[in-house]
């Protein structure tokens, strides 16, 4: 499944191909591919004429704040008053405080590299006056930006016509991944309803040191199941919550409620680290993992654990581990994390 790194990685480059384009219409190849909420009719007739102001990143999911397309706003998009490359942006609403949710862009600060600085905006993922487009890849979904004279491949669900002879295409051979159509003045997590439950951003002020001690204290589960917890913190998953306990020096099955002080804060700080290697190369492609040119992530080269299970470890030459826990496989060094 696309993490938090592979999310921001699109995110990014639809920021850089996709604004201030008119969508001309579509074609939904699998039906069940976009959110009950509203048909597939209605889903393609709502965003004909709109064209997309900015996306955003959420966790896991993709938001597109949508606005009424115009032949001025148009020029802008082919190069003019309007900024096109701009890099994606963190958006942090915990479950605890959604009324005042903040965005994120990764410019960097005196904390660490690519912390992102906080801007408040008090109307994202409240009503907008033409829509949002929301997009979670789940296992294996990929959004490419394409010649519409690309050939079609075998799992396209979704087609998405832009000015140009463009096209977003949504491409997911196990079909888990969805599409939502938000209304005008329609807040945003009423219809994607699982932005509720999402915990802080790993990137956000929210997710400090004291915040995950106060989460995991009394815990009686694996902390790489915590990890996995989206209400815990938003966008890790499988890949980078393995190589943030090899950072940290702790073994997966190390019990939350067992984790001394100096093992909190150092898997705080490698949770941070570990995103941001892993941004910085683009995600990590071992099976589907695409952006949207198509090009694969790069961080798999340089893992320290994750996939690497019988090879000598980076650190010690001792083989890496691979077991089984809460269902997920799980890869560790049984020398450097005790």
């Known amino acids: 499944m696309p ?3 592979e999310v921001e990685t699109i995110c990014r480059g639809l920021n850089q ?5 008119e969508i001309l219409g579509g074609d939904v190849l699998l039906n069940s591919t976009i959110a009950r909420s509203i048909s597939a009719t209605d889903f393609l007739t709502k965003l004909k004429g709109k064209s997309i102001a900015s996306w955003y990143r959420r966790g896991k999911y993709l938001l597109a704040e949508l606005s009424q397309y115009s ?4 020029e802008r998009g082919r190069g003019g008053e309007r900024e096109r ?7 942090a609403q915990t479950a605890e405080n959604s009324e005042l949710p903040s965005s994120f862009s990764p ?4 904390k660490h590299p690519l912390h992102p600085l906080q801007n408040r905006l008090p109307n994202f993922l409240l009503p907008s006056k033409a829509g949002w487009l929301g997009v979670h890849l789940r296992m294996t979904g990929q959004l490419l930006w394409v010649n519409r004279s690309e050939p079609l491949q075998k799992h396209a669900r979704v ?3 832009f000015e140009g002879n463009q096209e977003l295409r949504f491409v997911d051979q196990r079909t888990f991944g969805q599409m939502w159509y938000v209304p005008a003045d329609t807040e945003v997590s009423s219809t994607v309803t699982g932005l509720k439950l999402l915990g802080p951003e ?15 204290h009394r815990r009686a589960r694996p902390i790489k199941t915590a990890l996995l917890d989206q209400s815990l913190i938003a966008g890790l998953g499988n890949i980078y919550a393995d190589e943030t306990l090899f950072l940290s020096g702790v073994m997966p099955t190390t019990l939350c409620a067992d984790l001394t002080a100096d093992q909190i804060e150092r898997i705080h700080t490698a949770i941070i680290q570990v995103l941001q290697k892993a941004i910085a190369s683009g995600g990590t492609t071992f099976s589907n993992f695409l952006n949207v040119q198509g090009v694969n992530g790069n961080y798999g080269g340089v893992a320290w654990v994750y996939n690497r299970a019988g090879q000598p470890c980076r650190t010690c030459s001792t083989t890496i581990q691979r077991i089984k826990l809460a269902g ?3 890869h560790f060094c049984p020398v450097c994390q005790i």
Do not use: H, I, Q, V
């Open 3 to 5: 993490e938090l790194p």
């Open 17 to 21: 191909a996709t604004l201030d384009r």
């Open 71 to 74: 032949e001025g706003e148009g």
């Open 85 to 91: 490359g701009r890099e994606g942006e963190f958006l």
């Open 107 to 110: 410019l960097p600060s005196s």
């Open 159 to 161: 087609r998405l016509f």
């Open 202 to 216: 790993p990137f956000s002020d929210e997710f400090t040191t004291e915040y995950l001690t106060r989460k995991l």
């Open 328 to 330: 997920r496989s799980t």
